[in-house]
Antibody
Framework: EVQLVQSGAEVKKPGESLKISCKGSGYSFTSYWIGWVRQMPGKGLEWMGIIYPGDSDTRYSPSFQGQVTISADKSISTAYLQWSSLKASDTAMYYC???????????WGQGTLVTVSS | QSALTQPASVSGSPGQSITISCTGTSSDVGGYNYVSWYQQHPGKAPKLMIYEVSNRPSGVSNRFSGSKSGNTASLTISGLQAEDEADYYCSSYTSSSTLRVFGGGTKLTVL
C-alpha cells in the first residue's frame, strides 16, 4: 500500500527556521516525483515545487522560488520542505504528494499544519 | 488569481446530476489531455477522482465522470449523494510551467 506520512503540526515564531518531512512507503521512492502543495486557511491548492528523489532534480513554482527549499534523502525515502526564516504568511497546511507517470497526484500525505505567530 | 477558472459553488439535490466546469486556455486545458480532478472534504487531504480528462482511478465511483470540450473541462457527478458534498479542484498540465496548475476550487453543496 502506497503511503506518504508527514511530520506533525508545528507552531513557530516569525524568523524561525523549519523543516517538515514526508516519508514514502509501499513503492519505489526513487522512481516517482514528489510534490509539495500549500493550502492557506480557507483557500485553494497551490503548487510549491516538485523533486525527483532518484537524482534530486527539483523544480519550483516562481511564487516559491527562493522562499523554500525542497530536498530528499532517498536512503530513508523521505522528502523535505524547509524555510530559513518563517513569516506569518507561511501559516498554512502543507501537503506532500506523489505524482503518477502522467504527472497527476495519485497519493497525498495527511498534511502538516504550520502556524507562524508571535 | 488561479490559472484555471472554476465556479465558486454549485449545488444539487440528492439523486440529481451536477457539472463543475474548469476553464483554461489552449496552453493548458485545451492543448493537452492532462486534466485531473480532486475531491477534498473539510479537514482532509484531497483525493484524486479523475485523471487524464476522463479516467477514474480504481475505487472511485462510476458516478463521477470527466470530459473536455475546447478549453473547458468538466466533472459530472450523477446520482448525487450527501457524501459528495466537498470542495473540488481541477488541475491541468500547462506549457508555461514545469508544474501543473490548479483551479480555484468549487464548493459542492448537497441540498
Amino acid at each position: 500500500e502506497v503511503q506518504l506520512v508527514q511530520s506533525g503540526a508545528e507552531v513557530k515564531k516569525p524568523g524561525e527556521s523549519l523543516k517538515i518531512s514526508c516519508k514514502g512507503s509501499g513503492y519505489s521512492f526513487t522512481s516517482y516525483w514528489i510534490g509539495w502543495v500549500r493550502q492557506m486557511p480557507g483557500k485553494g491548492l497551490e503548487w510549491m515545487g516538485i523533486i525527483y528523489p532518484g537524482d534530486s532534480d527539483t523544480r519550483y513554482s516562481p511564487s516559491f522560488q527562493g522562499q523554500v527549499t525542497i530536498s530528499a534523502d532517498k536512503s530513508i525515502s523521505t522528502a523535505y520542505l524547509q524555510w530559513s526564516s518563517l513569516k506569518a504568511s507561511d501559516t498554512a497546511m502543507y501537503y506532500c504528494a506523489r505524482l503518477n507517470r502522467g504527472g497527476d497526484i495519485d497519493y497525498w500525505g495527511q498534511g502538516t499544519l504550520v502556524t507562524v505567530s508571535s | 488569481q488561479s490559472a484555471l477558472t472554476q465556479p465558486a459553488s454549485v449545488s444539487g439535490s440528492p439523486g440529481q446530476s451536477i457539472t463543475i466546469s474548469c476553464t483554461g486556455t489552449s496552453s493548458d486545458v485545451g492543448g493537452y489531455n492532462y486534466v485531473s480532478w480532486y475531491q477534498q472534504h473539510p479537514g482532509k487531504a484531497p483525493k484524486l477522482m479523475i485523471y487524464e480528462v476522463s479516467n477514474r482511478p480504481s475505487g472511485v465511483s462510476n458516478r463521477f465522470s470527466g470530459s473536455k470540450s475546447g478549453n473547458t473541462a468538466s466533472l459530472t457527478i450523477s446520482g448525487l449523494q450527501a457524501e459528495d458534498e466537498a470542495d473540488y479542484y481541477c488541475s491541468s498540465y500547462t506549457s508555461s510551467s514545469t508544474l501543473r496548475v490548479f483551479g480555484g476550487g468549487t464548493k459542492l453543496t448537497v441540498l
